[in-house]
């Protein structure tokens, strides 16, 4: 059944698969994600924003750059009783995974990132998968948050690395794939992405697609984000993304990584039921639920939950790989 599971794809050949005919390419995304996954089945995650705006970095399509006026307030480090209340809210909707992001270009060993070890205890205590976006990792810190309990993390590429620079100047993308190996180190799982929208060509998607299919492991998710344009930012004016490049980009992706949960994430509130049920067609089996996306808007809990009942949907359950190979060894 490992027959597809491959680090070695060439940029030759991903060009193939991208531009294959879209329903054709649905079809072959279809059987692969049928082939390694149960396609009724959908990872639902909650991201919260629990340190907001006033970073120091310059992403372009970012409304919490400090540089850009977007009307977002900064907010301090939230406390952990408030986060813990969010994770039960969330847990109760349906979420089994729980996301923390902070604004931060790198995290700092002082008593923030204290405060944030103690949030991601608690949270996995819950029985809720533990994600944590904060910026730049040592390798250090990355081994502290899985000594916590960190699931996941999540340090997105954005895009390739030769349109990278067109979008951020602040850090590099080497200092991006460091972060990335920090993570793997400390044997957290890895949650990487991108966004599409940026003013990229399709060269660049491929490109980034490339990077990501040919890491020694694949990431265990896999954000395709939309760009979704923000007054006060450089792309404020970027026109949406067509819900066929979405598709497109998702078929794509689960082509390349059979295994991987494959997150149909920003940009959904500008898509039907009906383009949202195509990308899971293409192999989506991951979403962001509730109604904000840190500072950007987002599907409520209870349209997800009547699009799930429609389409016979059902949430992942947390921890699913670690309960599965516990079974079988006892099998």
Not at 138 to 160: F, I, P, V
Not at 191 to 215: A, F
Not at 226 to 234: I, K, Q, R, S, Y
Request: net charge negative.
């Amino acid at each position: 059944m490992q027959d597809d599971i491959r680090n070695n794809w060439s940029i030759e050949e991903i060009y193939e698969i991208y531009n294959t005919p879209v329903l054709e390419l649905i079809l072959r995304a279809a059987n692969v994600h049928k082939k390694y996954n149960d396609t009724a089945e959908v990872q639902v995650c909650t991201l919260l924003s629990i340190k907001t705006g006033g970073c120091t970095e310059d992403c372009a399509y970012c409304p919490q750059a400090a540089r850009y006026n977007t009307g977002v307030n900064v907010h301090a480090l939230m406390k952990k009783d408030e986060v813990l209340a969010y994770a039960q809210k969330a847990k109760d909707a349906g979420s089994t995974r729980f996301c923390m992001g902070a604004a931060w270009r790198e995290v700092r060993d002082n008593r923030d990132f204290d405060r944030v070890l103690e949030m991601v205890k608690g949270v996995n205590e819950m029985g809720m998968e533990v994600c944590c976006t904060l910026g730049m990792l040592s390798e250090t810190q990355a081994q502290k948050l899985a000594d916590a309990g960190l699931y996941a993390y999540n340090h997105n590429l954005d895009t390739s690395s030769e349109y990278y620079e067109q979008i951020i100047t602040t850090r590099t993308y080497e200092d991006r794939l460091d972060t990335l190996e920090h993570v793997r180190k400390a044997g957290v799982s890895v949650c990487c992405g991108g966004i599409i929208g940026l003013g990229e060509k399709h060269e660049d998607r491929i490109k980034m697609l490339h990077t990501l299919s040919t890491m020694p492991e694949h990431p265990e998710s896999v954000p395709i984000n939309a760009l979704v344009p923000v007054a006060g930012t450089p792309l404020e004016h970027n026109q949406h993304v067509d819900v066929w490049d979405m598709v497109r980009m998702i078929a794509t992706a689960r082509i390349l990584m059979p295994k991987a949960m494959v997150r149909l994430s920003a940009g959904r509130t500008s898509m039907s039921v009906s383009e949202q049920a195509l990308c899971f067609m293409a192999g989506a089996n991951s979403i962001f639920a509730g109604d904000k996306l840190l500072t950007t808007p987002n599907p409520s809990f209870e349209e997800d939950d009547a699009m799930f009942n429609l389409l016979g949907l059902k949430p992942r359950v947390a921890f699913k790989e670690e309960k599965e190979f516990a079974a079988e060894a006892l099998a």
